[in-house]
């Protein structure tokens, strides 16, 4: 056991002495960290997150780097634990050294390690949903995807324009259902909606039967929303179609991916849900800025990686290219610098949206970035 | 009402034919050589894994599923073989360490050969939901619980019938007994997680397209199908099928009358509340013990 | 002067103290020392749990619900009520002392399989519980805890402290306390362990019909072990929510109740060094494996069944062995 300790910390001894031998040298790499939910609940989002930060870091290294630099990635694999995240955070800012982190899958995951990130003062991009990784403004915490927030405020607008104010809420237990849905409860009350059933489905559940028809046998229902990622709500609208149930169908974000589409089958027909324009790269009108980015990610994702791409991968495609554009602004890697260029950065096209940062809003999106995508034979429709 | 009532029965027992299968697993590998198998959720997650890969790449459904069948079989068997037997007089927490070391393991497999996504499985007959009386019953339930008892019976024929289920049964109740009369306990142990194995990955591939399949389905499912056999008693064939059919019943109806929230706390109240009643389940067997 | 039990568990814990203090000698940064102090606050939780276990032979999968619930009234009470953490900790372990015993006396009459179903059960209540109350708990996405206060002196793991003239981080200091309090749970547990209690235990362990005949009320044995280690849990979940600065649900879940007998059966059942040497093992062994991605699962998986399965007593005892085998062959040789 100590023989265990004393190699890895001479291991670790060596690493640290050659980083200070290699910190004289000139074309020493950028670090960038990450820690992500590749294995475990989270896995939907951490893995294809993964694969987009390895392909991009490759991909940028070959067309020659940053500021003349090669780009580094040294990730972890937090597993979908918070308490991991932060070990893996800690390990990343005190023993790995690294100049940047894009990571934080999980809303508990990056929560977890803000604490660390603001006290040695590290930038952190995170690609997690929440609105409280935001708002209140950190001073060293981005995210890029939208809050869940927004995506309850653009799903319920929506809902009101067809002409609907009660609905029922079916949601997964995990954190990214169980957030969406306290921000839709908050959200109804301002746009004067109405939510008359209220259920909750765990991770693992492989049936929700039971609770659609307690939405279905609610009085006045007229629409039903299902906030949740992963399989669970391919489950809820395949057992949707099974119990006949016609009322308009709302999706969260979270399944904004076409492997949904293959799980969910003919039983998705005609259900809505917000996302970024990443599903349907060709309906965008030519002038769109956002086309061309998106069609480019889409098209080298699927080709690299013979998968189908995700909005989450996405968001960690954003993520890079944010700390890649802060990092040129900047001229250096000094922390202060990059952070401060983030925190400027004004019209970036991403994937996601358009990003436009601001020392109140380290997020930079806007409810609309959101589009409404309906699927229609099969396919994602651009409705708005 | 009743139509309300129906469908939350329906659905309890579609998933309760699930544990069911499951705990007959737990139960038979705890007969022949009273370890708990907490890697009975895996063998699940092959049958369906496996099944979906082979299709995927142009076998035929019949024959995918008898080779994904055969996989977890021969894994079962490799189980016992050199993760149980080289164990021999080891304690009971221990024995349980590994079967959890060997469902990381075969988990982390899982993982690198097939990837983490979520397959789907096509129904085996027709995708149109049943309606009986207001309520929809999803056609591949059918096949659930009719495969389930095709199961159930052959298991109860194997083990009063034949030879070598005679066998596994001699050596549950004494195995130096067994083995003076000639029966080579290492092979039965062996055959007893075969036979397990391919119980659970049969009980994974009719259920796959319920449930949709990955390489983690086993975890959660492994775990309720062990409640279901604690509650039915373990041991009992006849309390592993009733405590899964009636831990499947209990969720879906707190579910649907209850609080969709606490579901599994009530589920889990109620292994609480059964055990506290009868300590050995509802059908365990009343031990003697010898001091 | 001291009798022989006396200076063996002297021997352990001197031994263990020296391992502690002489570590930061190999601790280069501040990660290392988190790390360290974790796989203290983790080793006192497992000591408890191995009272539980190893001595009374008693199985309990759902340990991790008492350390969580001691983190979650830890953090719930000094983030939202004001409390300072010292009356936190004492109140919420009582708190939970009263629940395993209220729990504990139908639990506990279970036998083999049953029970560790019954304490799944428990694990899993309670982890669901803390889960689903999001108003009071922050639900699945977790609540920030503020820092170990005591009479307003605050101990946080990005201070600075200025010990007998050494100038210590936060890092450094709650290792320094982590260690004396996994020093403190030792020595408590050696004291129960030594006792006429731990011998009751034992004899519960050993054969529960033959205490009884004897005269031991096992019942009551039982009942006040199973209290004990949940004490042990919650108050060590309790200085964990505090270190963490932020925590989950998962820190009552299953997965962690199973990582925490699995430390006690990986170490050595029954011994307290041992259970500590299983709790640094699997803290480290993720650490370790980080670096080989994607098949860390697999020889995670790998290692576990393979250590014990040609390790069936634990490392210590089985280390112990082997080294106490080649002293007597040495010796014999010489001979």
């Known amino acids: 056991?100590?023989?265990?300790?004393?190699?890895?910390?001479?291991?670790?001894?060596?690493?640290?002495?050659?980083?200070?031998?290699?910190?004289?040298?000139?074309?020493?790499?950028?670090?960038?960290?990450?820690?992500?939910?590749?294995?475990?609940?989270?896995?939907?989002?951490?893995?294809?997150?993964?694969?987009?930060?390895?392909?991009?870091?490759?991909?940028?290294?070959?067309d020659g780097g940053v500021l003349g630099r090669p780009l580094e990635l040294i990730h972890y694999d937090d597993v979908g634990n918070a308490s991991n995240a932060r070990n893996f955070a800690s390990r990343l800012i005190r023993s790995d050294r690294v100049d940047i982190i894009v990571g934080g899958s999980t809303t508990g995951a990056t929560m977890a390690a803000v604490p660390l990130v603001e006290q040695a003062q590290v930038p952190f991009i995170s690609l997690a949903g929440a609105v409280v990784i935001t708002n209140p403004v950190k001073k060293w915490v981005f995210k890029t995807p939208q809050t869940d927030r927004m995506a309850a405020e653009r799903i319920l607008t929506d809902m009101k324009d067809r002409g609907i104010t009660r609905f029922g809420l079916i949601s997964g237990t995990g954190g990214f259902g169980s957030s969406g849905r306290t921000q839709t409860l908050d959200v109804v009350e301002q746009m004067g909606m109405e939510v008359v059933a209220d259920v909750t489905y765990s991770g693992s559940d492989t049936d929700m039967t039971a609770q659609l028809t307690n939405i279905r046998n609610t009085d006045g229902v007229e629409a039903v929303l299902n906030f949740g990622f992963g399989q669970g709500p391919a489950i809820v609208t395949r057992n949707y179609a099974q119990l006949g149930m016609e009322l308009p169908f709302y999706q969260s974000h979270g399944v904004a991916s076409d492997s949904f589409l293959e799980l969910a089958g003919d039983a998705a027909e005609g259900l809505r849900l917000p996302a970024s324009p990443l599903l349907v790269p060709d309906s965008l009108p030519d002038d769109d800025p956002q086309k061309k980015v998106v069609q480019d990610y889409k098209a080298e994702y699927e080709a690299r990686w013979d998968s189908k791409v995700s909005t989450f991968g996405a968001y960690a495609y954003d993520g890079l290219m944010l700390a890649v554009q802060a990092i040129e602004a900047a001229g250096s890697t000094d922390k202060e610098a990059v952070r401060e260029a983030l925190e400027n950065i004004q019209g970036y096209v991403g994937v996601t949206g358009v990003f436009n940062m601001s020392p109140e809003d380290h997020n930079g999106l806007e409810a609309d970035s959101f589009r409404i995508l309906e699927v229609q034979n099969g396919e994602w429709k651009l409705i708005n | 009402m009743f139509a309300e009532f129906l469908q939350y029965l329906f659905t309890g027992i579609t998933i309760g034919a699930t544990y069911a299968l499951i705990a007959l697993g737990f139960t038979l590998i705890y007969n022949a050589s009273h370890v708990i198998n907490f890697a009975q959720g895996e063998f699940l997650m092959i049958g369906g894994m496996a099944t979906v890969s082979l299709t995927a790449m142009g076998v035929p459904m019949v024959l995918a599923i008898i080779l994904a069948v055969l996989l977890a079989g021969v894994l079962g068997m490799l189980l016992q073989r050199f993760a149980i037997a080289p164990a021999k007089q080891a304690d009971v927490v221990t024995l349980i360490i590994i079967t959890i070391g060997a469902s990381i393991f075969i988990r982390g497999l899982a993982q690198l050969v097939w990837g983490k996504e979520y397959h789907v499985m096509q129904n085996f007959s027709s995708d149109e939901p049943i309606r009986i009386f207001g309520a929809v019953l999803n056609s591949q339930s059918l096949w659930v619980l009719g495969i389930g008892a095709i199961l159930v019976v052959g298991l109860v024929l194997f083990f009063t019938r034949t030879l070598i289920g005679k066998a596994i049964l001699a050596t549950s109740m004494n195995k130096e007994a067994a083995r003076l009369v000639g029966i080579r306990t290492q092979l039965v142990l062996m055959l007893a997680f075969l036979v397990s194995a391919v119980l659970g990955s049969v009980a994974g591939v009719v259920v796959a397209p319920i449930t949709f399949t990955s390489y983690d389905i086993g975890i959660m499912l492994g775990l309720k199908g062990f409640v279901a056999a604690a509650i039915g008693g373990l041991g009992s064939g006849i309390g592993a099928v009733v405590g899964g059919l009636l831990l499947g019943v209990v969720e879906a109806m707190a579910a649907g009358y209850i609080s969709s929230d606490y579901k599994d706390a009530v589920a889990f109240s109620m292994i609480l509340v059964v055990l506290f009643f009868m300590p050995r389940g509802l059908f365990g067997a009343k031990v003697v013990e010898r001091v | 002067m001291l009798n022989r039990f006396m200076q063996m568990r002297l021997r352990d814990l001197v031994i263990l103290a020296v391992i502690l203090f002489a570590l930061p000698l190999f601790l280069n940064n501040p990660f290392h020392y988190d790390l360290a102090t974790q796989m203290a606050i983790i080793a006192a939780t497992v000591v408890g749990l191995n009272l539980l276990v190893g001595f009374a032979g008693q199985i309990s999968l759902g340990h991790a619900g008492f350390f969580g619930l001691g983190a979650y009234f830890t953090g719930i009470m000094t983030s939202n009520y004001g409390w300072s953490s010292v009356p936190a900790l004492v109140v919420g372990a009582i708190l939970v002392g009263i629940l395993a015993w209220i729990v504990g006396r139908p639990i506990l009459r279970l036998k083999g399989h049953y029970l560790s179903m019954a304490t799944l059960a428990v694990g899993f209540i309670i982890a669901i519980i803390l889960n689903n109350e999001r108003a009071l708990t922050g639900g699945p996405d977790g609540m920030p805890v503020p820092a170990f206060t005591v009479f307003g002196w605050e101990l946080s793991p990005f201070g600075s402290y200025n010990l007998l003239g050494m100038e210590l981080n936060g890092s450094e200091a709650w290792y320094l306390f982590a260690a004396v309090v996994l020093l403190v749970a030792v020595w408590l547990a050696q004291n129960l362990i030594d006792s006429p209690i731990g011998r009751a235990l034992r004899s519960v362990h050993g054969s529960e019909v033959a205490a009884r005949v004897v005269g031991v009320d096992t019942a009551r044995y039982k009942s006040l072990v199973f209290v004990v280690s949940a004490i042990y849990a919650s108050s060590m979940g309790s200085l964990y929510a505090h270190f963490q600065g932020f925590i989950t649900p998962a820190v009552a879940g299953f997965d962690f109740s199973i990582l925490f007998i699995t430390m006690v059966v990986l170490g050595g059942m029954g011994s307290t060094m041992g259970?500590?040497?299983?709790?640094?093992?699997?803290?480290?062994?993720?650490?370790?494996?980080?670096?080989?991605?994607?098949?860390?699962?697999?020889?995670?998986?790998?290692?576990?069944?393979?250590?014990?399965?040609?390790?069936?007593?634990?490392?210590l005892p089985t280390i112990q062995m082997a080294v106490g085998r080649r002293m007597k062959k040495k010796a014999g040789g010489q001979a």
């Open chain 1, 1 to 62: 056991m100590l023989k265990t300790i004393l190699r890895r910390t001479g291991k670790f001894a060596a690493i640290a002495a050659a980083g200070l031998v290699m910190s004289a040298q000139a074309a020493e790499p950028i670090k960038i960290g990450s820690f992500l939910s590749v294995t475990g609940p989270a896995s939907f989002l951490g893995d294809p997150e993964l694969k987009t930060l390895e392909m991009y870091v490759e991909k940028i290294n070959e």
């Open chain 3, 275 to 315: 259970v500590i040497l299983g709790a640094v093992v699997l803290k480290l062994l993720p650490q370790v494996l980080a670096d080989f991605q994607e098949l860390e699962t697999v020889m995670f998986g790998a290692i576990l069944m393979l250590t014990m399965i040609f390790m069936p007593k634990g490392l």
